[in-house]
């Protein structure tokens, strides 16, 4: 995780260092996952080629710590509506937010914390 470039994608899914975090198990509270969420803060909420954000992927895979970091992140940026705007978005091929795929995959304890997160 410490030699990963921030800004560079890559070949193919055009994953970001967090999507790559996720993939390779990163514990999120980790000082350069933090250190990235600091100096990089947008690309927790950018796609990769198929419209899955770095939240989208950590509900398939069940990685709740991660997703809990995201959403936490998304809320201390000071908006209510970048972690709802997280929460909503849509990823291109199925048009699934995160929730989606957390229950798609069987991921239930993340549903369930995403609607904890869900504003009503």
Request: proline letters at 5%.
């Amino acid at each position: 995780m410490d030699n990963l470039d921030p800004l560079k994608k890559t070949f193919g899914q055009e994953n970001n260092a967090f999507h790559v975090a996720i993939l390779g198990e990163a514990n999120p509270k980790d000082l350069p996952v933090q250190k990235l969420l600091l100096s990089h803060s947008l690309l927790a909420f950018q796609p990769n080629k198929k419209g899955d954000t770095p939240l989208h992927l950590a509900a398939k895979l069940g990685n709740e710590s991660f997703a809990v970091v995201l959403i936490d992140h998304a809320k201390t940026l000071g908006h209510d509506s970048d972690y709802r705007n997280l929460l909503r978005k849509v990823n291109y091929e199925k048009e699934n937010t995160a929730l989606h795929e957390a229950v798609i995959n069987g991921q239930f304890e993340i549903a369930k914390r995403f609607v904890g997160f869900l504003p009503f």
